[in-house]
């Protein structure tokens, strides 16, 4: 059974930083790209940093210069590195392995970590 679990999150001030891990199983994670997401409540899951199997990264205009998305392929294991964190970032994180349209692999989601960014 494909697991999802990400971790990492917590309460930081604004311009503090955060990496956020999510660690996978039962899946070949090392052929998919893979992408973080946030929602915030009552608003919808966005993608906000994305990276391909061969390790080309993209970003969200609204966190571009700021996050930085890795992978350990051999750990499968997707990093997220939050620099200079704004409180509209506050958010649950969640992660999930990508189609090539960037939409979700997986029809279902992790518990999330929740990143709170005071200002």
């Known amino acids: 059974q494909v697991q999802l679990v990400e971790s990492g999150g917590g309460l930081v001030q604004a311009g503090g930083s955060l990496e956020l891990s999510c660690a996978t199983s039962?899946?070949?994670?090392?052929?998919?790209?893979m992408g973080w997401f946030r929602q915030d409540p009552g608003k919808q899951r966005e993608l906000v940093a994305r990276i391909s199997r061969d390790d080309v990264p993209e970003y969200a205009d609204s966190v571009k210069g700021r996050f930085t998305i890795s992978r350990d392929n051999a750990k499968n294991t997707v990093y997220l590195e939050m620099n200079n964190l704004k409180p509209e970032d506050t958010a649950v994180y969640y992660c999930n392995a990508l189609l090539s349209s960037g939409s979700p692999l997986y029809d279902f989601w992790g518990q999330g970590t929740q990143v709170t960014v005071s200002s």
């Open positions: 039962e899946f070949a994670f090392e052929i998919y790209g």
